[in-house]
C-alpha cells in the first residue's frame, strides 16, 4: 500500500456524501445542495459545513464513532493488500461470510457457493456490477478505517463496489477507485472496525442519545448557500450512482 497524500476529513466526507446522495433522505432539497455535493469546494469552511451535516443525516451514527485523532490519507492500494481488507460487518454479508470477513474470503463464498433467496438475489446484483465495472469507467471513491497498514483494514463506504471488483479482477480495484484510508490507533475501539461487546454497547448508547434530535445533521441552522443556476444532477445521474452505491 502507497500512501499518496495526507487529505482532510472534509475531502472525505465530500467524497463520502458523493456517493449517497442519490438516496431519499436528500430527495426534499436536492436541487437547493446538489452543486455543494457534485462541485465541492473544499476550501470553503460554509460548504464544508453543508456537507457534514447531510452527511450525517444519514451516517451520523457511523461518522461519529470514528475517532477525533483519526488521520485520513488517499492511498493506492497493491493486489496483495486486498488479503488485508474486510467487508464491513453486517447485513447481508453476515450471511455471505461464514465466520471470515475478508474480502478475499468473501469473494471465495460468492464463487464456490450457491445462494437463495434474497441473498441469492444480493449476490445475482454484485454479480452485474461486477460485469459493469469491467468495461465501464468509474472512478468513484472508496473509504476504509484501520489501525495501520501493518493491521486488517475494514471498508465503511464501497463494500458493494470492492467486492464487484475484486470478483471481476484485483487490477480492477487497484486502477478504478480513489481510496481514502482514515488511521487510528484507536480505531480497535470502534464497533465497525472490532465488534466487541463493549464497542457495540457505546455504539447503542450514542445511537439512543441521537435517535430523535442530532444537531450535527441540522442543515437549516447553517449559512445558507446559493444553489447553482441550472441543476446537474438528473435521473440519469442517480441511477447511474445508484448503481455503483449501497446502503450500509
Same mark, same amino acid.
Given at each position: 500500500?502507497? +500512501?499518496?497524500?495526507?487529505?482532510?476529513?472534509?475531502?472525505?466526507?465530500?467524497?463520502?456524501?458523493?456517493?449517497?446522495?442519490?438516496?431519499?433522505? *436528500?430527495?426534499?432539497?436536492?436541487?437547493?445542495?446538489?452543486?455543494?455535493?457534485?462541485?465541492?469546494d !473544499?476550501?470553503?469552511?460554509?460548504?464544508?459545513? !453543508?456537507?457534514?451535516? /447531510?452527511?450525517? +443525516?444519514?451516517?451520523?451514527?457511523?461518522?461519529?464513532?470514528? =475517532?477525533?485523532?483519526?488521520?485520513?490519507?488517499?492511498?493506492?492500494?497493491? =493486489?496483495?493488500?486486498?488479503?488485508?481488507? &474486510?467487508?464491513?460487518?453486517?447485513?447481508?454479508?453476515?450471511?455471505?461470510?461464514?465466520?471470515?470477513?475478508?474480502?478475499m474470503? %468473501?469473494?471465495?463464498?460468492?464463487? @464456490?457457493?450457491?445462494?437463495?433467496?434474497?441473498?441469492?438475489?444480493?449476490?445475482?446484483?454484485?454479480?452485474?456490477?461486477?460485469? &459493469?465495472l469491467?468495461?465501464?469507467?468509474?472512478?468513484? #471513491?472508496?473509504?476504509?478505517?484501520?489501525?495501520?497498514?501493518?493491521? =486488517? %483494514?475494514?471498508i465503511?463506504?464501497?463494500?458493494?463496489?470492492? @467486492?464487484?471488483?475484486?470478483?471481476?479482477?484485483?487490477?480492477?480495484?487497484?486502477? &478504478? *477507485?480513489?481510496?481514502?484510508?482514515?488511521?487510528?490507533?484507536?480505531? #480497535?475501539?470502534?464497533?465497525?472496525?472490532?465488534?466487541?461487546?463493549?464497542?457495540? *454497547?457505546?455504539?447503542? $448508547?450514542?445511537?439512543?442519545?441521537? /435517535?430523535?434530535?442530532?444537531?450535527?445533521?441540522?442543515?437549516?441552522? /447553517?449559512?445558507?448557500?446559493?444553489?447553482?443556476?441550472?441543476?446537474?444532477? @438528473?435521473? $440519469?445521474?442517480?441511477?447511474a450512482?445508484?448503481?455503483? #452505491?449501497?446502503?450500509?
Amino acid at each position: 500500500m502507497k +500512501r499518496l497524500r495526507r487529505v482532510t476529513e472534509a475531502e472525505v466526507i465530500a467524497e463520502f456524501l458523493k456517493n449517497e446522495f442519490y438516496q431519499e433522505e *436528500f430527495h426534499r432539497d436536492r436541487h437547493r445542495y446538489e452543486h455543494l455535493v457534485l462541485d465541492a469546494d !473544499l476550501s470553503s469552511e460554509e460548504e464544508n459545513q !453543508l456537507r457534514r451535516a /447531510l452527511l450525517f +443525516r444519514r451516517r451520523g451514527h457511523m461518522w461519529r464513532e470514528l =475517532p477525533a485523532d483519526t488521520q485520513w490519507w488517499e492511498v493506492e492500494l497493491e =493486489p496483495q493488500d486486498l488479503t488485508w481488507i &474486510r467487508v464491513f460487518p453486517r447485513a447481508h454479508w453476515r450471511k455471505i461470510a461464514n465466520g471470515s470477513f475478508a474480502l478475499m474470503d %468473501i469473494v471465495h463464498q460468492i464463487r @464456490t457457493r450457491k445462494f437463495s433467496g434474497r441473498i441469492g438475489e444480493f449476490i445475482s446484483k454484485i454479480q452485474s456490477l461486477s460485469y &459493469r465495472l469491467r468495461y465501464d469507467n468509474d472512478y468513484s #471513491s472508496v473509504v476504509l478505517i484501520g489501525l495501520d497498514e501493518d493491521h =486488517p %483494514i475494514t471498508i465503511i463506504e464501497g463494500n458493494h463496489r470492492m @467486492t464487484a471488483g475484486t470478483l471481476s479482477s484485483p487490477e480492477t480495484v487497484h486502477n &478504478r *477507485f480513489r481510496v481514502f484510508l482514515g488511521l487510528s490507533e484507536r480505531m #480497535s475501539q470502534v464497533c465497525w472496525y472490532n465488534g466487541s461487546v463493549s464497542n457495540i *454497547f457505546r455504539y447503542m $448508547k450514542n445511537r439512543v442519545r441521537h /435517535l430523535w434530535s442530532d444537531p450535527d445533521a441540522n442543515v437549516t441552522g /447553517l449559512p445558507s448557500m446559493q444553489p447553482a443556476e441550472a441543476s446537474t444532477y @438528473t435521473a $440519469k445521474a442517480v441511477s447511474a450512482r445508484k448503481a455503483v #452505491s449501497e446502503p450500509k
